[in-house]
């Protein structure tokens, strides 16, 4: 099982990023996928959830999240970035099929993680 995150980089304020997730050895579509990022010298927090049935659930802010199963690859949609966004972020496999509390110990299978930097 892997999940590879891409898509971060450099954005100004007010722009929009794609991020991707990747997976392998599983199947996207029957788990929960969820999203989180750590900002420097912060905790790591959730962002948003997907359920297997493609039901969002946002933990935090107002990301969006989606799925392309024929790719095998969940999405997270940023827009309005702000300079409060920039963070490391992470996509993880949920143990369960509904997106459970943004709880670390709820996600077994994590993503390298993607810079997100936004700045003027």
């Known amino acids: 099982v892997q999940l590879q995150a891409s898509g971060g980089g450099v954005v100004q304020p007010g722009g929009s990023l794609r991020l991707s997730c990747t997976a392998s050895g599983f199947t996207v579509g029957v788990y929960a996928i969820g999203w989180f990022r750590q900002a420097p010298g912060k905790e790591r927090e959730g962002v948003s959830c997907i359920s297997s049935t493609g039901g969002n659930r946002y933990y935090s802010g107002r990301f969006t999240v989606s799925r392309d199963d024929a790719k095998n690859t969940v999405y997270l949609q940023m827009n309005s970035l702000q300079p409060g966004d920039t963070a490391v972020y992470y996509c993880?496999?949920?143990?369960?099929?509904?997106?459970?509390?943004?709880?670390?110990?709820?996600?077994?299978?994590w993503g390298q993680g993607t810079q997100v930097t936004v700045s003027s």
């Open positions: 993880a496999r949920s143990q369960y099929s509904d997106c459970p509390p943004s709880l670390e110990s709820l996600y077994d299978y």
